[in-house]
């Protein structure tokens, strides 16, 4: 007795030996190439974050465990999660406790840390995107989703103008999260509603000399 899975496929086959799969293979030209100067670049950056509500800080590198520290005391934060492969000069400066994160702690447990601090991969100014692609010194996806404060490091050599250029960087088989301004949503009514996918708040420190 034939099966209905037996009749679709079966229907699949001769369909497909009457006309053959063509080549689909969708042609993109995207614009890529755009390129802004360094200052107009982070003005760029800076204001698509604040107006996704996020804190931006701008620094020079040697002043990165200052800003990361300034920032986790203004935000009460005692107890914070890094990915291993963070930079430690960056929490010189903080006086709390640190959790190195791996991937023995279940997900429920990150969110008893104050917040966390990572790096960055690359980031789009236009759309004021962040983009964590798992690399060490940003860890698993978990880490930077599960506390309510996330701290995150960008270089604005690392920013680019546009979405092609950005993309165009990052490296297709790794986890590719991506991040414009703090969690939020939402109802019917239209009232939003932070924190309810991911951190609450994002801090964002650009380092505008690397």
């Known amino acids: 007795m034939t099966t209905a899975r037996e009749t679709v496929l079966g229907r699949i086959r001769d369909a497909l030996a009457l006309a053959p799969i063509q080549d689909t293979t969708v042609r993109r030209a995207y614009r890529t190439g755009r390129t802004l100067p360094d200052d107009e670049r982070l003005a760029l950056f800076t204001d698509r974050l604040v107006d996704y509500k996020a804190q931006v800080h701008t620094c020079t590198a040697d002043r990165t465990a200052q800003v990361v520290a300034e920032v986790l005391r203004e935000r009460g934060a005692r107890r914070i999660g890094v990915p291993a492969g963070l930079d ?19 997900a429920p447990r990150l969110d008893a840390l104050d917040g966390v601090v990572t790096a960055s991969a690359v980031s789009c100014a236009e759309t ?13 996806r978990a880490l930077s989703l599960v506390p309510d404060l996330h701290v995150c490091v960008v270089d604005l050599s690392t920013v680019e103008t546009g979405v092609p250029e950005a993309v165009a960087r990052l490296v297709p088989e790794r986890p590719t999260t991506l991040i414009s301004g703090p969690s939020a949503t939402s109802d019917i009514e239209l009232e939003r509603v932070e924190g309810v996918h991911g951190p609450r708040t994002l801090a964002v420190v650009i380092r505008t000399d690397v």
């Open 128 to 140: 004021g995107t962040i983009f964590l692609d798992g690399s060490p010194d940003q860890g698993r």
């Open 88 to 106: 430690a000069a960056w929490l010189n400066a903080y006086g709390g406790e640190v959790q190195q994160d791996s991937a023995d702690i279940p």
